[in-house]
């Protein structure tokens, strides 16, 4: 036969606040109200309380420290900031106010010795007014067949004098001079011709015409109606002729242009219509690999024009 036991009633443990199970782990929290819906809730620990007040009031004190300049918030918001063993003053800084009068300070007289160079030094517009024009170097002259240098110098003194001119010498006795002005260089080119001696040369830039083409203008256009048109817009014409194709030998509508050689040559290229009709000025087109050939020497390099010397 079976006896039973009466079963032992369990006193349920009450847990306080300082008891914490065995196997809980210490980051753990326990509602303690839960447990005992009876029971009075806990109240924290003033010291804990303390502490997180200060936690929670150091970053407002900080923000308000932005807004102040008092040592002692300054003081307060770095006793909150850092270790209780650590404590750092600040030092006021004095602000300068702007009502504060600035010192002038008495500025000593200065001289510029250089003064009196500066005002007579001429300004630019007055170097460019009182520019002189520029002389173009004349080009150089070539006597062929000389075997008595003495007696060629002696013949060139006649007319011009030693300083005026310089020679070189170069192979195939032939003699290089180049003047030093134009007007040198025309009385040497003059004499030799009247004396007759052997020479070649090139033209002289100051009497190098200014060539150009105008396009696009109808072939039966007068030539003297461009000449004048050209000279009322201040350009003197020295000769103009109408291109003929090369190979039918029919007018084209172009025309070469020779003008005296002036300054103001390089602006006949703003010209954009004579007589009411549209054109285009433009420079020739050269062949660069040309090399001229004289008709009278039959030599490369130079022309018949500027050739004195004998027919080959």
Request: glycine content about 2%; some cysteine; aromatic content about 6%.
């Amino acid at each position: 036969m079976q006896t039973s036991h009466p079963k032992a009633s369990v006193k349920p443990h009450s847990i306080g606040p300082s008891d914490t199970p065995p196997s809980a782990s210490p980051h753990l929290k326990i509602n303690h109200q839960t447990l005992h819906p009876t029971s009075k809730p806990l109240t924290p620990n003033p010291p804990t309380s303390t502490l997180t007040n200060t936690a929670q009031d150091a970053p407002t004190k900080q923000r308000h420290h932005s807004f102040s300049s008092s040592s002692e918030e300054e003081e307060a918001a770095q006793k909150g900031k850092h270790n209780a063993w650590q404590q750092i003053h600040r030092i006021k800084r004095k602000r300068i106010s702007s009502s504060q009068p600035t010192l002038q300070i008495p500025q000593a007289p200065t001289q510029n010795l250089y003064e009196m160079l500066t005002e007579e030094t001429p300004t630019t517009d007055q170097a460019e007014n009182t520019q002189l024009p520029k002389i173009l170097k004349p080009p150089p002259i070539f006597l062929h067949g000389v075997i008595n240098y003495d007696k060629m110098i002696r013949s060139i003194n006649e007319v011009a004098e030693t300083e005026q001119f310089y020679t070189k010498s170069m192979a195939n006795n032939v003699i290089k001079i180049t003047c030093l002005s134009p007007e040198t260089y025309r009385t040497l080119i003059k004499h030799f011709k009247d004396t007759d001696i052997y020479y070649h040369t090139y033209q002289i830039k100051e009497e190098r015409a200014y060539r150009l083409v105008i396009k696009y203008l109808h072939h039966t256009t007068e030539i003297e109606d461009i000449r004048q048109d050209l000279l009322q817009q201040g350009h003197v014409a020295r000769n103009i002729v109408n291109v003929h194709h090369r190979m039918t030998k029919e007018p084209l509508n172009l025309f070469f242009v020779v003008l005296e050689p002036v300054e103001n040559n390089k602006e006949v290229y703003k010209i954009t219509a004579i007589q009411n009709k549209i054109i285009h000025i433009e420079p020739p087109r050269t062949n660069k690999n040309y090399i001229p050939q004289c008709a009278r020497c039959q030599q490369y390099g130079h022309k018949r024009r500027y050739c004195n010397r004998t027919y080959a």
